[in-house]
């Protein structure tokens, strides 16, 4: 018992100490891009008509979040605002609960909240003080008709316009709102004098599906994190999209590949999971690991102290949630009803657990878009699974030389992920494929520091133009 405790202090330690996660340490709030799940509220007169002012796209969330009206209080009450900070947290919490009880006012709402596996829209409604939900498809009809009230009619997955082609819609979603003038009889006329079309946004975009406008191609930057520290190992990745590093994960290595790269756009995907899905298979395995390679002498058997068995099912579950993440990336890649017509090119930096994280993203994404270049630092269990290189402009691996006839020493060896090579990497015969290990004389070699991202900016301090593995 007392080594097990000794092995799991040890462990929090080793990494803690090199990630530096400490309560000074400032991290950047985050910017969602999207997720799976948009919602919409707003509140609805004794009409039907919608009350000016009160139509709220506030967030979007990779959970399907619905009041349970049978097992809810009839006496609940609840403000607007907080009812949607109230969604939000359930929908952020790291907990796997599906349904969640909270107790308002003296009465109680429950939620049902199950995770998506495809773009779906939750739109609540208020009416004579009461909330109630429900999933709706992509797209969110609306007319209004006489003095300028607004309706809610239906949802589909088709946007119509008049005098143009329809188009269909797999990701993001829109609103559409038709004016009708009156008839003879007072009642509505057959078709819409005029249609507006809004992305969740709320930029409106009618005039982009009539003039069939086609949008310029990009580029874009993904950088994939890895595990997070032993303090976040039950926060698993939330499965979003963001335009910020908000843990401040890369230590601003970032910055030297956007400088490089000079992408049009950069996202950061989470793919941070617990240690049970790595190699070490726990946090003691990793600690055990930690003191036979650090102690270790000299023998041919020296780097059997790293935990090198491969951990499929881990591995398979981290790639699972990567389809996820690359669903929802693809509702802001195809962001305008006809995005889908233009095919972006996409260059990513992996890192760690990232790789295999990364290798769902983009079995979910590879036909929608360009595969650019693959730049995968440490990679993590790296000779389980892997692509078709040749698809990509330039793949290189960077990382310890573990494996080779020249290998560094066992305690110069990354022991967190220790290296092999990708899954086929070294069959290709390309001269922009390929593995860069860490250089003979680079000072910052160590169990866990040559691991950590903080110790890869020999990448740009060493490699000079013209030579493999040079960003650019």
Not at 125 to 151: A, P, T, Y
Not at 348 to 354: L, Q, R, T
Request: net charge positive; with cysteine; aromatic share 14%.
């Amino acid at each position: 018992m007392k080594l097990k405790t000794l092995l799991f202090i040890l462990f929090n330690w080793s990494i803690l100490s090199a990630i530096g996660q400490n309560e000074s340490f400032h991290r950047p709030n985050f910017q969602t891009k999207t997720s799976l799940v948009y919602y919409y509220f707003w509140e609805e007169d004794i009409d039907g008509s919608i009350v000016p002012s009160t139509l709220f796209t506030p967030f979007s969330l990779n959970r399907v979040i619905l009041i349970d009206t049978l097992k809810s209080s009839k006496k609940c009450v609840i403000a607007d605002s907080i009812l949607r900070q109230e969604i939000l947290k359930i929908g952020r919490n790291f907990s796997h609960k599906s349904q969640y009880s909270k107790k308002l006012h003296g009465g109680k709402l429950v939620f049902n909240a199950i995770y998506a596996e495809n773009p779906q829209v939750v739109v609540y409604i208020k009416k004579d003080g009461r909330w109630k939900s429900s999933i709706s498809n992509l797209v969110l009809h609306f007319e209004s008709s006489q003095n300028d009230k607004i309706f809610y009619r239906s949802s589909g997955n088709t946007i119509y316009l008049q005098k143009n082609k329809s188009v269909s819609i797999q990701n993001n979603t829109y609103r559409v709102v038709s004016y009708f003038n009156p008839d003879n009889s007072g009642g509505k006329r057959e078709n819409p004098y005029f249609q507006h079309v809004f992305a969740f946004t709320g930029e409106e975009i009618s005039e982009e599906i009539s003039q069939n406008l086609e949008q310029k191609a990009k580029r874009y930057l993904v950088f994939v994190n890895g595990y997070r520290g032993p303090k976040y190992d039950s926060h698993e990745s939330r499965n979003e999209v963001y335009t910020n590093d908000r843990t401040n994960y890369w230590f601003k290595i970032d910055d030297r590949f956007i400088q490089r790269l000079k992408p049009d756009t950069t996202f950061y995907l989470d793919g941070s999971f617990s240690v049970k899905t790595s190699n070490h298979a726990s946090k003691l395995k990793f600690g055990w690991s930690y003191i036979r390679s650090v102690n270790a002498r000299s023998s041919k058997r020296k780097y059997l102290c790293l935990n090198q068995k491969c951990n499929p099912e881990g591995f398979d579950y981290r790639y699972s949630k990567g389809i996820l993440v690359g669903k929802a990336f693809l509702n802001e890649l195809h962001n305008t009803p006809k995005s889908y017509l233009t095919k972006d090119t996409i260059d990513i930096v992996c890192h760690s657990m990232g790789y295999a994280y990364t290798l769902g993203f983009l079995e979910t994404i590879k036909e929608s878009i360009i595969l650019g270049k693959f730049y995968l630092i440490a990679p993590e269990n790296a000779g389980y699974k892997g692509l078709d290189w040749n698809k990509f402009e330039e793949v290189w691996q960077y990382g310890s030389n573990l494996g080779l006839s020249t290998a560094d020493a066992l305690r110069y060896q990354d022991g967190v992920a220790p290296q092999t090579a990708v899954w086929g990497i070294e069959a290709q015969k390309s001269a922009h494929v390929g593995r860069i290990f860490s250089p003979e004389n680079w000072p910052n070699k160590h169990f866990v520091h040559s691991h950590m991202i903080y110790s890869y900016d020999w990448i740009f301090d060493r490699i000079q133009k013209g030579q493999a593995g040079y960003i650019h």
